[in-house]
């Protein structure tokens, strides 16, 4: 790009790194929070053939009637609530920013969490708010607190459970922030297949409340597709950004078929969190890590000595890819993340890890 076309992208733009994605080649990949299990084989020509009809020459379903009325019963949405769905949660996050974007617009959230929240708030030009957590990683309110009070947040976003941390915060502290805010609270549930645990049932209870979900983390990340419950007056003015046709139509076939067999999927959740508490165990043994307790797919560990960068490249040399979160500094200095994979996965990686410590 010429000078003159690089001087119209705006400066905090250009300050950004985008978000990148290592290629995991043949390693065991436990970097991503990813379900590690595949669809069963004897559902995979069901599938196949549902797509095999797919009307490819024709647009989707703009509203996804037939997926959003599933979704709707399967995630027990209030009948009084609105569904919208997006291309992943991500897009989702930036629909809510872009509706509400203005000069001095502010969002806020918990800091360490989901880099998406910034990102975002910086790409549609609101100041980001990123409020400390305590040493234990749990909500610091008086902090919240303050900060809602000072900022006066247009958003705040409360993964539920918090990433990269894992853990769940608690559920009083939340329903207070729900009651001090002015603006919206959005409780995003992505990791909700293994917390187990929900505000879904209290949208009728706050008027500020949305709670986002995702199929991505039941085994369907390649699909990107993302939930957002609350009011029907705000999602109403929400769907005016959302762009027309934004859920294809193969992604609409293939979560609607995924759903119909959900059972499918709430077994390897709940396999998931078995090998969850197997691997936090084992990594309890190991002296030299600070272990936090999570209530998602994956695992947070401090190295107590350092050394964080060493372990992350030893492991990728031994054939298992984690996620470094040295590099992003403050409470995730010397931090590693490892994402619950399959039981001969989760062996390997110890194997490994304890050759390496």
């Not at 989901?114 to 100041?127: E, L, N, R």
């Not at 976003?157 to 918090?162: G, K, T």
């Not at 609607?256 to 709430?266: P, R, T």
């Not at 960068?309 to 040399?317: I, T």
Request: hydrophobic share 45%; aromatic share 8%; with cysteine.
């Amino acid at each position: 790009m010429s000078k003159q076309g690089l001087q119209l992208i705006r400066p905090e733009i250009q300050a950004l790194s985008a978000y990148h994605v290592p290629d995991p080649g043949d390693l065991i990949k436990l970097d991503a929070m990813e379900n590690p299990y595949s669809l069963p084989e004897e559902l995979v020509q069901q599938w196949l053939s549902e797509l095999a009809d797919a009307p490819l020459n024709r647009y989707p379903d703009p509203a996804a009637k037939q997926l959003t009325n599933k979704i709707r019963q399967y995630m027990e949405v209030p009948s009084e609530s609105e569904l919208m769905l997006g291309n992943g949660s991500d897009e989702l996050i930036q629909i809510i920013a872009m509706s509400v974007a203005r000069s001095g617009q502010k969002i806020m959230a918990p800091d360490p969490g989901f880099v998406m929240y910034k990102m975002i708030s910086i790409f549609v030009g609101m100041d980001y708010i990123g409020v400390p957590l305590k040493d234990d990683f749990s909500l610091d309110m008086s902090a919240m607190l303050a900060g809602i009070k000072q900022h006066q947040p247009a958003i705040i976003f409360l993964a539920y459970p918090n990433n990269p941390t894992g853990n769940l915060f608690d559920e009083a502290d939340i329903i207070e922030i729900l009651n001090a805010a002015e603006g919206l609270v959005v409780v995003d549930e992505a990791y909700h297949p293994f917390a187990c645990t929900s505000f879904m049932n209290r949208l009728n209870d706050f008027e500020n409340l949305l709670v986002m979900r995702t199929v991505s983390k039941m085994g369907l990340a390649g699909l990107r597709l993302g939930v957002l419950a609350g009011s029907k007056i705000l999602l109403n003015e929400f769907d005016k950004v959302r762009l027309p046709y934004n859920i294809n139509v193969l992604t609409q076939i293939s979560a609607l078929f995924a759903l119909q067999h959900a059972d499918i999927f709430e077994e390897q959740a709940a396999s998931i969190r078995q090998q969850r508490t197997w691997l936090f165990n084992e990594l309890k043994t190991i002296d030299d890590f600070d272990v936090y307790p999570s209530a998602a797919n994956f695992i947070l560990v401090r190295l107590k000595k350092g050394g964080a960068n060493q372990v992350f490249e030893a492991l990728k040399k031994s054939g298992v890819l984690i996620k470094n979160l040295n590099s992003a500094g403050g409470m995730l200095t010397e931090c590693l993340r490892i994402t619950v994979g399959t039981a001969d996965e989760n062996q390997v990686f110890i194997q490994a890890l304890k050759k390496i410590i």
